[in-house]
């Protein structure tokens, strides 16, 4: 059983594992920056682990992994400029492989049927997640977008589902937060709110029911079932 669409006015959604499956493309972008800089390649089951909490941390687990190199070599500036690279290369391959996951588009719709407001809450730099959205053609399907910024505290930090539901007057027990790892039901706890887990991403069901999620489904269009 999903969302309680009686008294739901607001969804949070995740974005990489919840609502598109981005890891081939992110892997992409992390190798691309490990070619760059002359160090060995990441397999994408790898990648996909560490996705969820930001840029910054996944690049500084690719370059402290790398072949060869010990845990901790990377300075801040490599990191940053890993960063840089990363981003740079995936804004221009945001989807050659990402696909939204099926059911995605007639939940939403359903959602929008019952005048539920939709957000998109990621962990992706901003710019990235706008532009994943544009180019799989669903960013209009969505009330508001929150990206990594310095503007809003990152999940697990409950900041960024407290400044959505301020923006759309909605309160905590009106409001789902539904993602697919830790950072996401963590954030949703500490907001106050419901959380939907979805087994399909990156955690596993025993690790959603250890973190607290209020329910988990299966597929996207049990969100809304």
Known sequence: MGIDLKTCRLVVFDLDGTIMDTFDDIAAAV????????????????????VGNGAHTLMAWALNNASGKKPGWAQEALIDRAVALWKGYYLDHPADHSRLYPGVLNMLGELKSRNIKTAVLSNKLHEVTERLLNVLGIKEMFDYIVGESERISRKPAPDGICYLMNIFGAKPHETWMVGDSEPDIRAGLAAGCHVCAVSYGVGGREELERLGAHCIVNTPMEIVT
Do not use: A, R
């Open 31 to 50: 190798n691309y920056v490990m070619k760059e800089l002359g160090l060995s390649s990441h397999q994408t089951g790898d990648v996909k682990i560490h």
